[in-house]
Nanobody, 119 residues
Framework: QVVLVESGGGLVQAGGSLRLSCAAS????????MGWFRQAPGKQRELVGL???????NYADSVKGRFAISRDNAKDTMYLQMSSLKPEDTAVYYC?????????????WGQGTQVTVSS
């Protein structure tokens, strides 16, 4: 099993920056692609970005140029650096990991961390 724990959320003014962390534990060697998602109240959960084991990154159009994903495999940690934050970035941010098991792929989710951007 893989357990994911997000941290770093909080309240920030528009235009500010924030860095989120996702710490993985358990069978971390089985983790493959990881990603960040977010969900605002009354909204569907949406993809923020993905990062592969080799470091290839893809971002949603809404965050390109403002957010940056990185991954420290030695520390089993993924990060989301957020800059030029906007009120519409307000959401619960979730960490996700694809896990390769003997029976196939599985998915692990963190509990989420709240990011609130004030105007």
């Amino acid at each position: 099993q893989v357990v994911l724990v997000e941290s770093g959320g909080g309240l920030v003014q528009a235009g500010g920056s924030l860095r989120l962390s996702c710490a993985a534990s358990g069978r971390t060697s089985s983790i493959r692609t990881m990603g960040w998602f977010r969900q605002a109240p009354g909204k569907q959960r949406e993809l923020v970005g993905l990062i592969t084991p080799s470091g290839t990154i893809n971002y949603a159009d809404s965050v390109k140029g403002r957010f940056a994903i990185s991954r420290d495999n030695a520390k089993d940690t993924m990060y989301l650096q957020m800059s030029s934050l906007k009120p519409e970035d307000t959401a619960v941010y979730y960490c996700r990991a694809e896990v390769m098991l003997s029976i196939g792929f599985s998915v692990s989710w963190g509990q989420g961390t709240q990011v609130t951007v004030s105007s």
